[in-house]
């Protein structure tokens, strides 16, 4: 079946400073991939997505390219700020099939900037 | 354009209560899922609706429960609660079924089993 693995959290930062969130996935055909934000006593926000090979998503200075040959979505930010502090999702939609309307999600990633 | 609206947001019931959690999908959408978050399992899918249509299930027991109204509007319905049954349920909704399409996630009902 499809699964998603995301790198072990939590991650700590200083503001300003590099992000990286590994994402990895397993699936049949070319799924869609996304990347997924929930902020405290909140429900998920769309970050950013790409639904083909070698696609780049990006959104408010996040990216994460489409990797078909290391079957990776890796959610990246060149400088984190204490807003960006949350819990990150990845997941995966089939291409097709009888899977609709089910995203399949990692267990998340747990942010946390300090100033 | 509105969001996808929840509600309630907050509900306390105690075990062997029946519960029913309304949302209300943006306008335009015609696709409804449902997902139960909790610390333990994370996201987990419970079902997905299309024009009034169960298309799709996730690995819950029967107790869960759902459908969608004419207007795309969906409700979800436990029976017989169990401790265990507490959680975030979201609700999402997506334009149509393709797995291209985005879905667009509410704010959740938070579900308090005593």
């Known amino acids: 079946g499809n699964s998603v693995t995301q790198m072990e959290g939590p991650v700590t930062l200083s503001e300003e400073a590099f992000l990286t969130i590994n994402c990895t996935y397993t699936?049949?055909?070319?799924?869609?991939l996304f990347w997924y934000v929930q902020y405290p006593g909140e429900g998920l926000q769309l970050l950013l997505k790409?639904?083909?090979?070698?696609d780049k998503g990006s959104n408010k200075g996040f990216e994460a390219t489409y990797r078909k040959e290391t079957t990776s979505f890796h959610l990246e930010k060149g400088s984190v700020q204490v807003s960006d502090s949350a819990v990150y999702f990845c997941?995966?939609?089939?291409?097709?099939?009888?899977?609709?309307?089910?995203?399949?999600f990692g267990q998340g990633t747990i942010l946390t900037v300090h100033p | 354009k509105a969001g996808v609206t929840q509600t309630p947001r907050y509900l306390i019931k105690t075990r062997g209560q029946q519960v029913t959690l309304s949302c209300s999908p943006i306008?335009?959408?015609?696709?409804v899922s449902w997902y139960q978050q909790t610390p333990g399992q994370g996201l987990q899918f419970l079902f997905e609706?299309?024009?009034?249509?169960?298309?799709n299930k996730g690995n819950f027991p029967g107790r869960f429960s759902g459908r969608q109204f004419s207007n795309s509007r969906s409700e979800m319905n436990v029976s017989t609660l169990e401790l265990g049954d507490s959680a975030l349920y979201l609700c999402?909704?997506?334009?149509?079924?393709?797995?291209?399409?985005?879905?667009?996630f509410g704010p959740g009902t938070r579900l308090t089993v005593l």
């Open positions: 999402a909704s997506s334009v149509g079924a393709g797995g291209y399409n985005e879905q667009f």
């Open positions: 699936a049949t055909g070319y799924p869609s």
């Open positions: 790409a639904t083909k090979a070698d």
């Open positions: 997941a995966l939609s089939p291409a097709g099939g009888t899977s609709y309307g089910k995203l399949t």
């Open positions: 306008s335009g959408h015609r696709s």
């Open positions: 609706y299309f024009s009034e249509t169960q298309r």
